[in-house]
């Protein structure tokens, strides 16, 4: 069992370079299990025991499977996670031609950790619009190839390097693509018009616009001596994305249960399809009665926001608080703030205890040092949208919003199963 997750983790991550791939990956599996596709532009009908699912700019998904439980009885289990990660996007004038070579301007998305971006192999993938026969349309591109690499400084010629140094995102981060010779202009756009002829057979009249990022080539593996580490790109929060949705095509009873996967939070998640957004709720709203019915749905319901926690670093552990150290493979965490960046209570970090508990499943805690600024999840921000109950939770990991994460081989299967036992629960706090 333990294997055959990580192994599909893996070829998950593998399949979504980006937020946009993410979705579609999602979106294949829900469909290949009968879940039926909704276009926000129809009209719905829903009924007991069918089971949806929604996408928004193609970049978020929400999964409902409706039981046979009356929704004013049972409330909804619902699991939170987002799409996206910190990484390098193309601008949308890109080209650089300096001392020959060709090169990209990057704009940084979220906190990311830039140093690590450095002498990886990368390649480019995302969405593209284009118009054909006067039409316009858009499609996913992965070069999937390492096309570009940011070359560090020789440390001949920056011998401060090991002290530390300011990475100027405007003039160090473009990645070389290519050298030219003589004054020959590059066309970004012609070379996603060439990618669209390989990929899709597409004839574009022109490449309007993209949403495109750069990506670490190199696949995610399970490392460590007796393999005890899973390590790749995207960890935060594709992990729990796929453990969700792992528990979510388990769910198999009178429950209604809900995945919901958003895009933008490694940057506020202020937009239409980020947490922050009206998406849940319009859904909801569509899907579930409405008015006083629907608060009060609401108001038996439950959300565990599933996101990546502060393992403590055997280089580092005086960053952590020394009662609250969350360690790899030692199972999922619950994430505590007074201040609410967490939207843990009591109340929801006791039915989660009650959870792993019962499955055997092991769980620890987190709180960050007193004199340290805490980071923030979808939780408060879901959990203020709809007024539902929310738990914080996550798994373990190790460099968070680096080029490469690192997280416990042993996690991702107690993950699925508590998210699992939560969706087949009768009962909520």
Known sequence: MREELNHGLIEFLKASPTPFHATRSMAQRLQAAGYQHLDERDAWTAEPGGRYYVTRNDSSIIALRLGSRPLLEGGLRLVGAHTDSPCLRVKPQPELQRQGFLQLGVEVYGGALLAPWFDRDLSIAGRVTFRESGKVQSLLIDFEQPIAVIPNLAIHLNR????????????????????????????FR???????????????????????????????????????????????????????????????????????????????????????????????????PVGDAFARAMQKSLLISADNAHGVHPNYAAKHDSNHGPKLNAGPVIKVNSNQRYATNSETAGFFR???????????????????GCGSTIGPITASRLGVRTVDIGLPTFAMHSIRELAGSQDLAHLVKVLAAFYASSELS
Do not use: K
């Open 160 to 187: 401060e390097a090991n002290q530390g140094w300011a990475i100027n995102a405007q003039n160090e981060l473009p990645p070389i693509l290519a050298q030219f010779a003589g004054e020959e202009a590059a066309d």
């Open 354 to 372: 009650h959870l792993c508990l019962a499955e055997e499943v092991p769980v620890q805690s987190f709180v960050v040092r007193s004199d340290m």
């Open 190 to 288: 012609a070379i996603l018009a060439d990618r669209l002829a390989l990929e899709h057979g597409i004839s574009a009249d022109a490449v309007l616009d993209y949403e495109l990022s750069f990506y670490d080539t190199q696949g995610a593996a399970v490392i460590g001596l007796n393999g005890d580490f899973i390590a790749g790109a995207r960890l935060d929060n594709l992990l729990s994305c796929y453990a969700g949705l792992q528990a979510l095509l388990e769910a198999n009873g009178e429950e209604s249960c809900v995945l919901v996967c958003t895009d933008h939070e490694e940057i506020g998640s202020c937009s239409a399809c980020g947490a922050d957004g009206p998406f849940l709720e319009q859904v909801l709203q569509r899907l579930l």
